[in-house]
């Protein structure tokens, strides 16, 4: 990503509500070129092909590592991208770590003050401009070189790529401890009448057509764990061409997810999905 050094911010309102962005700084508006960039202006509303969105809650100890490993990809996958951290109401040293980050890496960094990974990229989404849209986790489960799968099957026509831990092909580095993964199936079980015969609606990696991204998520309403199962769920609603990516997944023993507490939610998430398409009159589709 050398080809472009920004750092973007501002306020961001979505259907009258203003999202919370990092205060802007007159002197990081725009960076200088690198020395081997041939650009001799960087325009502020430069189209993208790939803008990708990185939720954040207290990741200081990992962002810098995420960022810089999926940067080293998208310098050689011949995309042009910009990277979004969303920060999700950090109360660590994260904002510390992207602005040290930021001096070698471009990254924009937005904030969102609703709590909730469906929430934090929600506005990474909406505030997007590529042709291809994408979010992951920053814990980096997925590694980053199937950012290049993805792109190519976008690049080839497919609508929606989603990453998968259960299709054919998919494979484990490191699993998931046992109590997660019987939640994980009585999960998936519970959402099944809603994403038809998608393996995982869970895996946090996911690439798309901007405007099928822009579109769905303007509907989107559930702010927590769940909200991957709305999404899924709207996107087939729309007939949008949803194909699975079979990734290496490795677990991450410093999820932020935990099994009892957040568990609950999501399956309550689930329920109020059902609720929302019924109200909507797309339940009948499911």
């Known amino acids: 990503m050398p080809k472009v050094l920004l750092d973007e911010r501002s306020l961001l309102h979505t259907n009258g509500v203003e999202l919370s962005l990092l205060p802007l700084k007159p002197e990081t508006l725009v960076r200088p070129p ?14 993208y092909d790939l803008d990708l969105i990185i939720p954040a809650l207290n990741e200081a100890q990992r962002i810098g590592a995420t960022v810089s490993a999926i940067s080293r990809v998208l310098e050689t996958c011949g995309y042009s991208a910009r990277i979004t ?15 040290q980050l930021r001096i070698a890496t471009p990254v924009r960094v937005i904030s969102c003050r609703t709590r909730g ?7 990474g989404v909406l505030k997007s401009t590529a042709r291809f849209v994408g979010y992951c986790d920053a814990d980096l489960s997925t590694p980053p ?3 290049s799968d993805a792109l190519a099957r976008l690049d080839a026509g497919v609508e929606v790529v989603i990453g998968s831990r259960r ?15 019987l939640g994980s199936r009585a999960f998936n079980r519970a959402s099944a ?3 038809g015969g998608i393996t995982d609606t869970q895996c946090g990696f996911k690439l798309m057509r901007g405007e ?19 999404l899924i769920a709207r996107l087939l609603r729309r007939d949008a061409d949803v194909h699975e990516l079979p ?24 329920f109020s999905v059902r609720r929302l398409l019924k109200k909507s009159g797309d339940y009948a589709r499911s």
């Open 34 to 47: 690198a020395a081997n960039v041939s650009t001799s202006v960087v325009h502020m509303h430069r189209t």
């Open 85 to 99: 951290v969303v920060d999700n109401g950090c109360v660590d040293a994260t904002a510390a770590a992207l602005d």
């Open 117 to 123: 990974k469906g929430a934090a990229v929600r506005a």
């Open 145 to 147: 070189s199937s950012i």
């Open 167 to 181: 299709c054919a092909g998919a494979s484990y580095e490191v699993s998931q401890p046992l109590m997660r993964r």
């Open 193 to 195: 009448s809603l994403v």
């Open 212 to 230: 099928t991204a822009r579109a769905v998520f303007a509907e989107m309403q559930m702010a927590g764990f769940a909200f991957d199962v709305e």
């Open 247 to 270: 990734i290496h997944w490795s677990n991450d023993e410093g999820s932020t997810f935990n099994v009892v507490s957040d568990g609950v939610r999501a399956f309550q998430d689930v």
